[in-house]
């Protein structure tokens, strides 16, 4: 076999629609456009969710709720996580962002007091739970909201 005679499996490619080329194709006269109206019309473009003139769904439906646009996306952290940390380590948005714990972008980062944790850590956060504050301060650490 030569590369010139290379051709694709019977039935693996079809010819493409040939549309308004006469009745003899099956797709001549109105070419599946069915007959008048604006779908039949050249240049038509109906966007989503167009009813005609009709009130679209979407906006014959009930809103209800409230979306705060100013609300902070905080990423959670929890106590038990910062273990990995060796003594001393100033813990901030950054290490954790650099070593994992956190991905993806947030608008702060939240510390919660799960786990348990035996090493002195410097924790420089957004926002830190009451049991967590508890449980940094009695391994010696220290905290700062920022």
Do not use: C, Y
Request: glycine share 16%; net charge positive; proline share 3%.
């Amino acid at each position: 076999m030569k590369l010139h005679e290379l051709k694709p499996a019977k039935g693996a490619s079809k010819d493409r629609q040939r549309k308004g080329r006469g009745v003899g194709s099956g797709w001549g006269k109105t070419a599946g456009r069915g007959s008048k109206g604006q779908k039949a019309r050249s240049g038509v473009g109906i966007r989503p969710g167009w009813e005609g003139g009709q009130m679209p769904l979407h906006r014959r439906l009930p809103k209800r709720g409230f979306k705060n646009v100013f609300k902070k996306e905080l990423a959670i952290v929890n106590v038990g996580d910062l273990a990995q940390f060796t003594s001393g380590t100033i813990v901030d948005q950054a290490e954790l962002l650099r070593s994992g714990i956190v991905k993806g972008r947030h608008d702060g980062i939240k510390l919660l007091g799960q786990g348990d944790i035996n090493v002195s850590l410097t924790i420089k956060l957004n926002a830190i739970s009451r049991s967590a504050k508890t449980k940094i301060e009695a391994a010696g650490g220290s905290i700062e909201v920022i």
